[in-house]
């Protein structure tokens, strides 16, 4: 006893030494059992990372070899040293290339890496004699055949132009790799060769020809084997993308088309967006029962869905674990763009995935529209102030076009868009007109130069073509597109109006289009999509924390590129019910990739190739995204 307190021993009681022995064997046993086998894979990718680079570093610098056994370079045959530091270089091109494929899971990277790693080991030990690097890349076997199990994912769509991109790519860094080859036996060079000689002599040496650098000794056939490795590398890599078989992306079909109408029959109210599942450029996955469907696109590995899962709600479910298998059996990274709250908790449920807010759909009750009221007067002047300048407005239902007037539309959409690449997926039909899509409507603007005038003012209209003042689409001035949302609604889908034209052509539509409505039978009407709209909204009130404020002050920054804040006070003009939208994702780290993925297929991230090299199409579709006044696009959505 001390002070009151009894004094303990420093023996611990049983329990916990139990407990501590339990924690070491389980620990030992961890060890001993290896990684989980999901965990594989990713592990995988980068021990063979690390193998390439060091394959790669024993083809390009052979001056790391071991000394003790620098004698047998003297005993080898005269071509089998520089043999295999091309072999050595070569295998670790390609094992780097191939990590990636790995890390995906892919089969054909397995197999790939299965016949390289024993090239890359004996090349190592017959170039640098090191026992060392070869055993690790023999070691990496072990994993590699004992889970090859976890290397089962199906190929990705796939295109013949991916030589190309080959091609460029692969030059490039045989290039750069070659000049590192060469400078990297300076000492054994005769003389001191400029930079641009040196790289003259790696392009010689890329088709195997002899270059301007010499060279002492046998240094000259290590260089030259090197360099045409990298050189035949390139060639047959490109032979074998040019000419493998295509695996293209998957589309739409006839039969997916029908079926996918059927649901939006019965269930096309429920989601604003469901409409725009009739993409072409779309694949589609149904649940078992039919009763639901997911569409998606497959984008940089990412397979991307849009909006809520089409059908019933009770086999939503089906359809999602469909797309999940889908997923996996390819090894992409599965995400959601602008589902809907009710969808976003499905598909977290369902799936365990989590979601994030994105912004918010504008969607504007058609019974309480009003021009009237202080808060609508600059809408208000600025659709009197078009209409005085003589500008009449037409919505219909596409049936009720013409065919010829029809096309001019179409071609005045093309015309109009505002940028080369076209946008547009998960709010985007991409089509104008199509015979199936007659319900659609379309409202358009016209300038009428001298036409007679009605009672009211307002410019009489007939076929929409001023035959004395044409132009080159006639008197069309703009259109909005807009595709059905279940019975008695309609979701926008594209703006574009002519350059010339006076400011306000998209809001006096989107006037006209709601003024019309009750007679189309229309009662709700969604209008664009705000990104971050409730984080604009916050950050702009008084009492806005500095970190709120922070986040608003990036967003509008971004918005000189992406018109993330001018959208959202376009969209508020017309006192909309704002709905919130959500983006699904499985883990935080794919975020960046997500995105990425995402603007590609909106369009706003070009990585195709340029215009005057891609396939053209017998009959291409008019994009469908959106062009507004003053400049400003929408995100993806209905965007320019």
């Known amino acids: 006893m001390s002070d009151g307190v009894p004094v303990r021993s420093g023996r611990l009681p049983a329990s916990a030494v139990r407990r501590v022995n339990d924690a070491v064997r389980g620990a030992l046993r961890g060890a001993l059992r290896g990684p989980r086998p999901e965990a594989v894979p990713a592990l995988v990718a980068r021990a063979c990372a690390f193998v390439g680079l060091v394959d790669v570093a024993a083809g390009v610098f052979p001056r790391f070899r071991h000394s003790s056994m620098h004698t047998m370079a003297e005993v080898l045959p005269g071509a089998l040293g520089p043999f295999a530091a091309a072999l050595s270089l070569s295998a670790g091109v390609l094992l780097l290339l191939l990590a990636h494929g790995l890390r995906r899971r892919k089969r054909r990277a397995w197999r790939a890496a299965v016949l390289l790693l024993p090239a890359g080991a004996l090349a190592q030990f017959t170039y640098r004699h090191s026992l060392i690097g070869a055993l690790i890349s023999l070691a990496l076997l072990i994993p590699l055949l004992s889970h090859r199990d976890q290397f089962a994912a199906l190929p990705d769509p796939r295109s013949r132009w991916r030589a190309l991109a080959n091609f460029v790519l692969m030059g490039a860094g045989s290039i750069v790799l070659g000049l590192v080859v060469v400078s990297a036996q300076a000492r054994h060079m005769v003389g001191d060769p400029s930079l641009a000689a040196r790289l003259e002599h790696v392009i ?25 490795a990298l050189g035949l590398l ?22 997916d088309e029908a079926r996918l109408r059927a649901l939006l029959d019965r269930h096309g109210g429920r989601d604003s967006l469901g409409h725009f599942a009739l993409r072409r450029d779309k694949a589609v996955v149904f649940s078992p029962s039919g009763k639901a469907a997911v569409t998606y696109r497959v984008v940089s590995g990412v397979m991307l869905a849009s909006g809520d899962p089409i059908g019933d709600v ?4 089906g359809a999602i674990e469909r797309f999940m298998d889908e997923a996996r059996a390819h090894s992409w990274t599965p995400a959601v763009m602008g589902c809907s709250e009710t969808g976003a908790e499905v598909w977290t449920r369902e799936t365990g995935l989590d979601a994030l807010e994105l912004g918010d759909e504008a969607v504007v009750d058609v019974a309480d529209f009003s021009l009237a009221g202080r808060a609508m007067r600059n809408v208000r002047q600025m659709v009197k102030r078009i209409e005085r300048l003589g500008y009449e ?16 539309i179409r071609r005045a959409a093309e015309d109009w868009r505002g940028t080369d690449t076209e946008r547009g997926f998960s709010m985007a039909l991409g089509r104008i007109g199509d015979p199936a899509d007659g319900d659609c409507l379309i409202a358009t603007a016209h300038r009428i130069e ?3 005038r009605s009672a009211s003012g307002r410019a009489v209209v007939g076929d929409g073509w001023d035959d004395e003042n044409p132009g080159p689409y006639g008197d069309l001035k703009a259109v909005l597109h807009f595709v059905p949302w279940g019975p008695d609604g309609a979701s926008l889908d594209l703006m574009r109006r002519d350059r010339s034209a006076d400011p306000g052509m998209n809001e006096l539509l989107i006037v006209a289009a709601l003024q019309a409505a009750p007679r189309l039978g229309v009662k709700q009407v969604s209008l664009n999509f705000a990104m971050f709209r409730s984080a604009l909204a916050r950050g702009e009130k008084i009492g806005a924390g500095p970190v709120l ?3 608003r002050g990036l967003l509008v920054f971004l918005s000189r590129w992406f018109q993330i804040e001018s959208l959202y006070k376009f969209n ?7 709905e919130p939208r959500f983006v699904v994702y499985a883990a935080s780290r794919d975020l960046p990739r997500i995105g990425l993925a995402a603007m590609q297929a909106e369009g706003f991230v070009n990585l195709a190739l340029p215009r005057v090299l891609r396939r053209r199409t017998k009959s291409p579709a008019p994009c469908a995204h959106v062009v507004t006044d003053h400049g400003m696009s929408e995100h993806g959505v209905r965007a320019a």
């Open 204 to 228: 010689y040496g890329l088709f195997g020809f002899e270059g301007p650098v010499g060279y002492t000794g046998n240094t000259s056939w290590t260089v030259a084997f090197s360099l045409g």
């Open 234 to 255: 390139t060639a047959v890599t490109t032979i074998y993308l040019a000419f493998r078989p295509e695996h293209p992306a998957a589309r739409l079909t006839a039969d």
């Open 314 to 317: 009770e086999a939503w479910p």
């Open 393 to 408: 407005t037409r919505v219909r239902r596409v049936r009720d076009l013409g065919e010829g007037e029809l096309d001019r």
């Open 450 to 452: 001298g036409a007679a």
């Open 549 to 551: 404020r922070a986040w």
């Open 572 to 578: 508020a003009k017309f006192r909309p019910r704002w």
